[in-house]
């Protein structure tokens, strides 16, 4: 049973809207960070919304690049995290993982390495 497994990638172009979907599996009960992260062909994988989802640590986090465009929320009785991503522009063009993992020695999910339960990601292309 994979931990988590995304969807909802695709071809759009600059401006328009997607939601990609995570759904957890049970494997993934105690985690108590979720976080969308992606990775450009000859690019570091980086995160672009992370979120503590049993309280505390903080709220949702998001690189400057994405903030106010994006947005992470769960539904906790689906166990499905969602990436909303509007105004989409080429610059989003990567590789998108969904991972699950626990809180870092600060308290929060921000450090990758919190992240232990990784997808196999969905491919999301902005083109101009």
């Known amino acids: 049973q994979a931990p988590v497994v995304e969807s909802g990638g695709g071809s759009v172009q600059t401006g328009d809207s997607l939601r990609l979907s995570c759904e957890r599996s049970?494997?993934?009960?105690?985690?108590?960070?979720m976080g969308w992260f992606r990775q450009a062909p000859g690019k570091e994988r980086e995160a672009v919304a992370t979120i503590n989802i049993r309280g505390g640590g903080g709220p949702p986090e998001y690189p400057d690049s994405v903030k106010g465009r994006f947005t992470i929320s769960q539904d906790i009785t689906k166990n499905i995290i969602y990436l909303q991503m509007n105004n989409l522009v080429p610059e989003d063009t990567a590789m998108y993982y969904c991972?699950?993992?626990?809180?870092?020695?600060?308290?929060?999910?921000?450090?990758?390495?919190?992240?232990?339960?990784w997808g196999q990601g969905t491919q999301v292309t902005v083109s101009s």
């Open positions: 049970d494997r993934t009960s105690s985690s108590n960070c």
């Open positions: 991972a699950a993992g626990r809180r870092d020695y600060t308290g929060t999910c921000r450090s990758q390495s919190a992240f232990n339960y």
